[in-house]
């Protein structure tokens, strides 16, 4: 669903009228077809989503990201991953080995302190965010001597929905639409008879159903060993 869907899924449960578009703005002009209740709601479908999203990590938030290495460069942005990604591991896939976790005290010991080997890398370091992009920087080490492919899988969560159309939902729609209901209900005080704390209760169950759906695929990473 994308993001105009959502926010009229919502105004249906709550039994308000629909909006044909919800931020109400076009290249800096007012358009029509808004309402300052549907820019509400719509913060309340981007509370939400934020909610789901980083309740699990969804199958349908895992993808892997590439970085091409150049000789002499060891600092790499990510792409398109922001802020709220978790890493699940990282593969050095030219050399066929798994890249290692380096906290930065480590890293600034093998770089500033001794001088830094350049060959195939075995390590990284997540170093901030870039102020422009606001993508993930990562450092790797050894300084890279050639091309190598490294491979990050993660679950990149996505940002926050503007656009009508373009930002699609890709994790359960359930759960976020209950949600938003809930934090609606919450701030204007009734929806349908049922009380903000039912509809939450709800919300809570669609989410616990989703993610019992998403972890059977993943079923390895619930089993807990002791060491």
Partial sequence: MNYLNLVNSVLRRLRESEVTTVENRNDGED?????????LIGLFV????????????WSSLRE????ETEASTYSYQLTGVGTAF???DAINDTSNGFLRGASSSWMNEKFLVNEPPSKSPTHYS???????SGNAIVDVYPIPDGV?????????????????????????????????????????????GMSAQELYAIADASLADAIA???????????????
């Avoid at 656009?163 to 949600?179: C, E, K, M, R």
């Avoid at 759906?213 to 060491?227: F, N, P």
Wanted: aromatic share 10%; hydrophobic share 40%; charged share 20%.
């Fill in 64 to 67: 892997t990201i590439t970085v």
């Fill in 46 to 57: 981007n509370d939400a989503k934020r909610m789901v999203e980083d309740s699990w990590d």
């Fill in 86 to 88: 978790k890493l699940l």
């Fill in 148 to 192: 190598y492919n490294l491979k990050f899988n993660m679950v990149n969560r996505t940002g926050q929905f503007q656009d009508d159309t373009g930002h699609v939902l890709t994790v359960p729609s359930a759960p976020v639409i209950a949600y938003a209901v809930a934090l609606a209900s919450r701030e204007r005080g009734e929806t349908g």
């Fill in 126 to 132: 997540w170093n901030g965010f870039d102020a422009t």
């Fill in 213 to 227: 759906l998403d972890a059977a695929r993943h079923s390895t990473e619930t089993i807990w060993y002791t060491v």
């Fill in 31 to 39: 358009v029509t077809g808004a309402t300052d209740y549907g820019k």
